[in-house]
């Protein structure tokens, strides 16, 4: 395939595709799709809102939304797509749906009037990797025995774009037989894969054979293949990767200078307790490589296997083997 299409999963490709009233038919399907809804349930109009509404964020900034809409239904839903890890995702989700739920009445007004309020956080990375391997999975507040609903006005949405790829690879023909609401979305914003510079044409064929009975599958395609042709767009999302791999990189940096010190006031303080505080710090969601780092410095260092074991909480196969 001779057409190139940009990422979707970039914030500003998103919001373009699934932002702007021009696409507002696009919208409504995806809202749809990924809420499931049904027959009289389903949304039929989406006004757009300030996507600069949380003026006070944690870090005491203004913090910019990707995209908030009011539907018909008389919801507000806010959908944000996010690259990079975020390890205090689920705190961040319920302050922004605690700032957008309380701005929606007015000095005076009958909390009656609140609307209620829908997150749809879309993620490259699992937010619940011990609890779940769903893709996309549904939070209500529930009583804890009997299962009641406190209320109807809180509903979080988070959808893994990773496990949806792992589900699609392993079940494809059973997702293909009986398809999730959500798949051609989905298959849209996994196509496309900045980091590793790919583009799945397997996955661009499939949508396509969708694209025949679709409407708005159609008429999204057609918008992603204009907005990804766009030289102003492409100049956008070049500077918007550089920008992430220079972030990336001095993640990694810092990661690796906090193993080396960890490692370094550990062995001076000459206690266990104080290496495995120092090296946890630097560990943190670390990768295989620089555990092996890690461990191959110990040994340098004189420690035992059983040691260094029971230092980093593994096992002693996993530090024989990084012997010799």
């Given at each position: ?50 996507t ?32 990079s ?51 996309h ?27 949806f ?62 907005l ?65 780092e ?15 074991a ?15």
């Amino acid at each position: 395939m001779t057409k190139e299409y940009l990422d979707l999963k970039m914030d500003f490709m998103f919001k373009q595709l699934f932002g702007d009233p021009r696409r507002k038919s696009i919208t409504i399907a995806f809202l749809n799709d990924l809420l499931h809804r049904k027959e009289n349930d389903r949304i039929t109009d989406v006004e757009y809102e300030n996507t600069e509404l949380i003026k006070e964020a944690l870090d005491g900034k203004t913090s910019r939304l990707d995209v908030l809409v009011h539907t018909s239904n008389g919801e507000r839903i806010n959908i944000e797509i996010q690259l990079s890890h975020q390890h205090d995702m689920p705190e961040r989700v319920l302050y922004y749906w605690s700032k957008l739920f309380s701005a929606s009445l007015a000095s005076g007004e009958d909390y009656q009037l609140l609307p209620p309020t829908i997150m749809i956080n879309i993620v490259n990375y699992p937010l619940f990797p011990h609890e779940t391997d769903s893709f996309h999975t549904v939070f209500h507040i529930k009583e804890d025995t009997e299962h009641f609903s406190w209320s109807p006005h809180l509903e979080f949405h988070a959808i893994d774009l990773s496990q949806f790829m792992v589900k699609w690879k392993k079940y494809k023909r059973e997702m293909k037989q009986n398809p999730p609401k959500e798949l051609p979305w989905l298959m849209m914003l996994s196509a496309a894969n900045y980091q590793k510079k790919v583009f799945d044409e397997e996955i661009f064929q499939e949508l396509e054979v969708l694209a025949m009975n679709e409407q708005e599958i159609r008429e999204a395609l057609v918008e992603w293949e204009n907005l990804s042709a766009n030289k102003e767009n492409k100049e956008l999302y070049e500077a918007r990767l550089k920008f992430l791999r220079d972030q990336l990189s001095n993640i990694r940096g810092e990661r690796r200078e906090g193993i080396k010190e960890g490692i370094k006031k550990g062995i001076k303080q000459g206690i266990e307790q104080g290496i495995k505080q120092g090296i946890d710090q630097g560990l943190e969601q670390g990768k295989e490589k620089e555990r092996k780092e890690i461990i191959q410095k110990m040994l340098r260092k004189g420690m035992d296997v059983k040691t260094i074991a029971n230092i980093l909480d593994c096992s002693r196969e996993e530090v024989e083997k990084y012997q010799g």
